[in-house]
């Protein structure tokens, strides 16, 4: 799987004109058919999906290009699960946060606990491409708990994001430079870093 930018006119030309890297090998990526379609629920309603597929002549693999408004095993849209995210360091609760944004809430809380372990992970990938995109950019200041650091580092991470590449949504941005948000290794893992840097905004 590769994440790519939400723009599905945007991705068939950079992957006709081989501009696509194979994460495995690092050879250009040519169209390879489309994965199955699926159900995006995003803040607004429901969006119908069908990923491109992709093959590395290179090296034989086939990848996904899975668009950066996506979270990987996740039917709910990376805005919704930035929502949540967001309400929670303002300081909601998961019962009323399922409310708010009509899912259950086992699967607010679920998502609730991920963000949580791997908020260490989201922060220092988040931080990195801070860096990377502004070598002048000051230290973060500490917002109150891991949660909230990581949340104010990916806002941070995905304005310089906006800033040097065009606007997109922040969201897409949050995924594509977390190397997939809730797929962000968890600390003991590791690699929050690297899952940053392999993807592409
Ligand atoms: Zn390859």
Redesign the pocket.
Known sequence: MLVVIDDPEAVERDLGAGRLA?P????PLVPWGFASERELRTLGGVRRLRPRRSA?P??G?THVLEPASTVARHRDAAEVIGAAWSAKVAGAGHRRIAAELDRPVSTVRRWLRRLDARAESLRTAATWWIHALDASAGPIEPAGSPLADALEAVGLAAGGAARHLGPRPAWEAVVALTGGLLACPAPRRRGGVQGGRQAVP
Do not use: E, K, L
């Open positions: 194979c495995g090998c690092g050879g590395c290179a090296c693999a």
